[in-house]
Structures are given as C-alpha cells and as structure tokens.
T-cell receptor, first 111, second 115 residues
Framework: GNSVTQMEGPVTLSEEAFLTINCTYT??????LFWYVQYPGEGLQLLLK?????DKGSNKGFEATYRKETTSFHLEKGSVQVSDSAVYFC??????????FGDGTTLTVKP | DAGVIQSPRHEVTEMGQEVTLRCKPI?????LFWYRQTMMRGLELLIY????????DSGMPEDRFSAKMPNASFSTLKIQPSEPRDSAVYFC?????????????FGSGTQLSVL
C-alpha cells in the first residue's frame, strides 16, 4: 500500500535559516502529494500540494517539488520565521480517496 | 462557515469509563474522517464515512472503539471502556465527496487523557 516517510524531528533553527524537511513516498501509481501544517492547539491545515511529477507546490514562502525519480517531496523554505514553528506533515492521496500521512516533523524557530 | 466543530476540546477521564467524542462536519461535506494523533504513532486514520456510511474502519484499534454517523451533520467516536493508552488527540476532518486532501478540513481536536 501507500506510505509516506518523513524526516524525524524535532528540528530547531534560528530565524532566517534555511529549512529542509525530507519526505519520501511509496505508492502504486502516481499519487498527489501534500504538505500540511499544524500550529499549536489547532488541526492540520493544507500548506501546499503537487498533483504530478515535476510540479512545484508553493505557499507562504514554502516550496516542494514532486520528484518521481527519487519518489520525494521535500519541503523547503529559504528563510524561516518564528511564526513558522509548527508540526509539518507530508501526505499522499490514494485513488480510494484516503490520505496517508507521515509521522510529522516538529519545527521550532528561535529568534 | 464555522468549520469542523469538535467537542469537547479537552476530556479527562478515569480508566474504564466511557468516552464519547463528537464532531460536526462542514455543511455539504459528504466525507468524514476520524484521526488519532500520538507522539509514538503520529497521525493515524481510524475510520472514514462517505454519505454517513462507514467505508473503511481498518484503522480502528480494537472493539473498544466504535464510530457512528447518524446523519450528515453529526458523528461520534466512542471508547468503552477507556484505557490510559487511549490518551491522544483525536481529530475529525471533512471534505466534499470525490475531492482530495486539498479540500480536507480538520477540526481543532479533542485532547483525551485517560488516567
């Protein structure tokens, strides 16, 4: 079945540092891929998505590119802010409509 | 739109007690999902419904867990009897039928602590 593996956390960075959170997937076929963000005390919110190979999703300065050759969808941001502190989840969507989530990576950005 | 509404926000109970978590999906959303989030296991899908019908309950951990969706605007997740290892944050999410995760909206979760 489908699965998503993402970089273990927690990740602690200083403000304005470069962020990468790795995500790889296994799937039959070509799933759509997503990054969700969970701020403290809240549910998950969709951050960005990519539906086919070589697509780049972007939002709020975050980017991720769907790489079929490496089955990856790494999340990047060039300059993080304290307000980016949250838990980030990589997810894939199966044809049956179920979403498979990674375990989440906790990011803490210090001023 | 008020979004997905879950209640209670926090629940503290003693081992052996029955726990009922409630969810009101966004109006017009035909699919409803229950997730459990723990540090050890991350985010797990427990069960999901399409048009009030349970489609996949393979994630329900054991018979102590049950979920119902009596109508399009209400769902419950019940644990009976509860155990300390059930302590987690339980999320409800909904989306229109036939759409993907880009249309999936989560509630704020119920923090459950079983003592």
């Amino acid at each position: 079945g489908n699965s998503v593996t993402q970089m273990e956390g927690p990740v602690t960075l200083s403000e304005e540092a470069f962020l990468t959170i790795n995500c790889t997937y296994t799937a039959t076929g070509y799933p759509s891929l997503f990054w969700y963000v969970q701020y403290p005390g809240e549910g998950l919110q969709l951050l960005l998505k990519a539906t086919k190979a070589d697509d780049k999703g972007s939002n709020k300065g975050f980017e991720a590119t769907y790489r079929k050759e490496t089955t990856s969808f790494h999340l990047e941001k060039g300059s993080v802010q304290v307000s980016d502190s949250a838990v980030y989840f990589c997810a894939s969507n199966t044809n049956a409509g179920k979403s498979t989530f990674g375990d989440g990576t906790t990011l803490t950005v210090k001023p | 739109d008020a979004g997905v509404i879950q209640s209670p926000r926090h629940e503290v109970t003693e081992m052996g007690q029955e726990v009922t978590l409630r969810c009101k999906p966004i109006s017009g959303h035909n699919s409803l999902f229950w997730y459990r989030q723990t540090m050890m296991r991350g985010l797990e899908l427990l069960i999901y419904f399409n048009n009030n019908v349970p489609i996949d309950d393979s994630g329900m951990p054991e018979d102590r867990f049950s979920a119902k969706m009596p109508n399009a605007s209400f769902s419950t997740l019940k644990i009976q009897p509860s155990e300390p290892r059930d302590s987690a944050v339980y999320f409800c999410a909904s989306r229109p039928a036939g759409t993907g995760p880009e249309k999936l909206f989560f509630g704020s979760g119920t923090q459950l602590s079983v003592l």
